[in-house]
């Protein structure tokens, strides 16, 4: 039986389609999903999304449905949101969520 990461995990694969600059690193206690090696989104066991947005994009992010702060230490950390499952449940919500991520990390000077 898959796990709610490893069926998040899938349904970004297949937003994301066959994007050579796109590749998948073990992070966080699971997978993240790079984009020319800087971290996009990744998938957590409970389902949530954690998106990279950056500072510009971090208050527009946290103002929608389903969106807080990311805090793996119980320290905020800016320019990372996580987002709650039922707000991405249909492909579009996470296609949404994935190009906001995209808006940010696709700027960054490849690593």
């Known amino acids: 039986m898959s796990t709610e990461r ?24 699971g997978i993240a999903f790079m984009l020319n090696g800087n971290m996009l989104v990744g998938p ?27 805090d793996f230490t119980g320290k905020p950390m800016k320019g990372f949101v996580h987002v709650h499952p039922d707000k991405i449940a249909d492909d579009e919500a996470l296609r949404t969520w994935i190009a906001l991520a995209t808006q940010f990390v696709g700027a960054l000077p490849p690593k």
């Not at 694969?13 to 206690?29: H, L, Y």
């Not at 971090?58 to 449905?65: G, I």
């Open 6 to 29: 490893e069926q998040l995990a899938d349904r970004i694969r297949a937003v994301i389609g066959d994007d050579p600059n796109v590749s998948e690193r073990k992070m966080f206690g």
């Open 44 to 70: 957590h066991k409970d389902g949530t999304l954690m998106v990279r947005v950056g500072p510009e994009l971090y208050d527009e992010a946290l103002s929608r449905p389903g969106a807080k702060e990311m």
